[in-house]
């Protein structure tokens, strides 16, 4: 795949790649060089961040309570 760079340096990742790699918007890339190329790693911390605050637990304390409430079972402590 080739791609073209534009007047302020941009360049638009094709959309097998985006699709590939599951980029979004607001997506972070670490751009690094090595030696004659430049290597675009998706960032771990992304996929956290963006998932971060997305799962409430309404009302538990715990996500085991509330896994516990959506089976229908009480936590009482022991272990089954």
Do not use: H
Request: charged share 35%; aromatic share 2%.
């Amino acid at each position: 795949m080739e791609v073209t760079v534009a007047e302020r340096g941009q360049i638009t990742l094709p959309k097998a790649v985006r699709d590939a790699l599951g980029l979004t918007k607001g997506t972070a890339l670490k751009v690094e060089l090595e030696g004659g190329r430049i290597i675009l790693r998706k960032s771990v911390d992304d996929a956290v961040s963006r998932a971060r605050g997305r799962f409430r637990l309404d009302g538990f304390e715990t996500s085991e309570a509330a896994v516990d409430a959506l089976r229908g079972r009480e936590r009482d402590g022991s272990s089954t």
